[in-house]
């Protein structure tokens, strides 16, 4: 099945709340983004994302931290995709207070935040002919 990449870093625009923790719809965003540019390429139309079947945050995310979206299209129905979602802190940046500009890049990195959706592009959209 189809699947993007993403990768984004966290700035202090993101951060909602103390400490510079980044609130976790800034995920579902980029799940967005991600589901569109999945949509764009199997379909040739962004359509419309219907729901989320599952939201799970599994660690927190903070202002300058990079974090690697994984979104795979799992299933293609007549108009709907279903979709995976992962975001992965790739790398954890203020480990230092005392160095700002210190970071590091993890390995492995750490699964933030996992989702299952579903998107739905109208027959009448739908642009390539797919398996």
Do not use: W
């Amino acid at each position: 099945m189809e699947k993007v990449i993403l990768r984004q870093r966290m700035s202090s625009h993101d951060a909602h709340y103390g400490g510079d923790l980044v609130d976790g719809a800034r995920m579902l965003g980029l799940f967005g983004d991600a589901a569109t540019e999945l949509l764009i390429r199997h379909d040739g139309d962004e359509g419309l994302f219907v729901a989320y079947d599952t939201v799970e945050f599994k660690a927190p995310v903070f202002a300058g931290d990079y974090i690697e979206v994984v979104a795979e299209i799992t299933r293609v129905g007549n108009t709907s995709r279903a979709m995976e979602f992962h975001a992965y802190k790739v790398i954890r940046a203020n480990v230092d207070p005392a160095v700002p500009s210190a970071a590091d890049v993890l390995n492995p990195p750490e699964l933030v935040c996992y989702a299952r959706g579903t998107c739905v592009v109208p027959k009448d959209k739908q642009r390539r002919n797919n398996p």
